[in-house]
């Protein structure tokens, strides 16, 4: 079966695998662990940052007091981390095995044809991020997480991101 007609396949396992983490981990996100990775930066300088009070973890910078944050900057090896780590290395591991099947990626990209093309989308994917994690959710956690627990703020956050994603390529797209 070719690669383009079994999307709905790979759609079923995708959701197969987010229902799963939903039901045995916990909800799938992504930007929360950037909040991490910042807090464990920060204990290098500042050890007490992160202090155990009880059976919780509290932090001196209230950011990380939210979310289980300051949790899982005193307990890095998390599901968290390890969702982050899986990510990059699967992009990476999907560049070295697919790049030369022209099904999955033309052999020339609009961002080999145009180096502002790579600003733009770094432009666009930290304000997503930046919004996103100021209203305190994630664009994952939104999108694939929310929606589907059927979390109202996920729901409007998707009708209306769509329509202006759209709106945004089709203007700005290269």
């Known amino acids: 079966m070719k ?20 039901l045995l981990i916990k909800p799938v996100g992504i930007s929360t662990q950037f909040s991490v990775v910042s807090g464990i930066i920060q204990t290098v300088f500042d050890e007490g940052i992160v202090y155990k009070q009880g059976a919780e973890f509290y932090s001196l910078v209230d950011y990380y007091n939210q979310d289980g944050i300051a949790k899982s900057i005193a307990t890095p090896y998390n599901f968290g981390i390890i969702f982050v780590v899986g990510v990059f290395l699967g992009g990476m591991l999907g560049k070295i095995f697919f790049r030369k099947n022209p099904e999955f990626i033309e052999k020339e990209t609009l961002l080999e044809k145009d180096n502002i093309s790579r600003v733009k989308l770094f432009i666009g994917g930290f304000l997503l991020l930046f919004g996103a994690r100021l209203a305190g959710g994630c664009t994952s956690g939104h999108m694939m997480s929310g929606v589907m627990q059927l979390s109202v703020s996920s729901i409007i956050f998707s009708i209306i991101l769509f329509p202006i994603a759209i709106v945004v390529a089709k203007g700005f797209g290269d």
């Open 3 to 22: 690669m383009k007609n079994n999307w709905i396949f790979k759609g079923l396992f995708l959701g197969g695998v987010f229902f799963l983490s939903i």
